[in-house]
């Protein structure tokens, strides 16, 4: 697929890296999610230094997991009934408000753990947001042509966050527990004015909707739940995501029962996201090479492996050796995933859709952090580590096996379909 086709505006040759409105977007994205990922490090390691207990560090994890679900459920709503722009803006503005409040407790020692759960919750909640508009703004910022590649760079840009938070969100944590919070401040107000600079409409004609929000919310499972490969995705995302999330908790507790600084946890977060980047500069190539089934079965496969791997290494740095390699093909089959449901999905659905597809996708990560915090309370770690490879394992299964998945592309609705409404 050409980098280079028709601008959506002037019907002129334009790559991605012209396109100024693709890079504001860009942009506004990599600080938000950049923030994200200083917070996902902070909030656990506040709460550590705050109480010292690891089921209180998983609670602030799932409890930021649990409202990122919850605000799905609305923000596909709104998304398609109300200006995507405005959304977004006041959503980084709302987080900057939440960022200068820990800003100002932590600076004045009056930190506390419900405040830190509180600003979690607003933080995570602005993201799921956030990311759900800009995912369904990208169709009119870039050429229909390009919207796969896009997709793939902004993969690239989501483990760029990875490799920079982490390690950004350690070092900062090591020198005062205030400046993770300055850094965000800084980063979503960026954001905020990134998005502010874009005046190109982000959103198509649309038809008049005057169904309720449960009805009109219960839109997008539809659409989804008539697609196979989507429905299938809807059942293997959700495990692979879990397992993750849940390998990614106990493997920050491990480094910090081994008494790594918080600085040596975040460069082992972002030695992990390097897999993440290499695999974003390799997608063009994984696309042209495996099919769409191989790369989603290879990913779930290479995962369980990995996991698996943990189990019997031993404790310290060692534990994030297999990370890189679990994360090389998420890019290419999330911009396989990804790029085929914009493809097929109308643009009045299109908030709706992904909404309920990420609600689908993220639906039980709450569980894993709450779940491994409780664990690593009764087990030893490789024993955590080894629930949540069985995990990996169920879902690679299932993922071999599935028909929607096996068939992918053939009951969909062409891209020319939909892309004019």
Known sequence: MTEKTQSPDTGEAITLIRNRDFVRLWLSQTLSAIGSRVSYLAYPLLILAISGSTAAAGAVAGTAALVEIAVRIPAGVLLDRFDRRKLMLWTEAARVAAMITALTAAALDWISVPLVFAVAAMDAGGSALFESAERT?????????????????????????????????????????????????????????????????????????????????????????????????????????????GTLFVIIVVLHDADIPAFGIGVAMAAMAVGGILGA???????????????????????????????????????????????????????????????????????????????????????APLAAGVLLEHLESPAVFAVFASVFVLASVVATFSKGIRTMGEHGRPESMVMGT
């Open 137 to 245: 703004v990208l169709r009119h910022i870039v050429a229909h042509g390009q919207i796969t590649v896009a997709i793939a760079r902004n993969e690239a840009r989501t483990f760029t966050a990875e490799l920079l938070g982490p390690a950004l969100g350690g070092a900062l944590f090591g020198l005062a527990r205030a400046l993770p919070f300055l850094f965000n401040t800084v980063a979503y107000a960026t954001s905020f004015f990134a998005v502010l600079a874009i005046r190109r409409p982000f959103r198509g004609n649309r038809p008049e909707q005057h169904e309720g929000i449960a009805k009109a919310f219960a839109a997008g499972f539809g659409f989804i739940w008539r697609q196979p490969f989507l429905r299938a995705v809807a059942m293997v995302e959700p495990l692979l995501n879990m397992a993750f999330t």
């Open 281 to 367: 500069v390799a997608s063009p190539w994984i696309q042209r090479l495996l099919s769409p089934r191989l790369r989603i079965v290879l990913l779930a496969w290479t995962s369980a492996l990995m996991a698996a791997t943990c189990v019997v290494l031993p404790s310290g740095y060692w534990v994030v050796a297999p990370m890189p390699i679990l994360v090389f093909f998420a890019p290419c089959t999330t911009a396989t995933v990804l790029g085929h449901q914009t493809a097929i999905t109308p643009d009045h659905l299109h908030g709706r859709v992904v909404a309920a597809l990420r609600l689908f996708m993220t639906g039980m990560n709450p569980i």
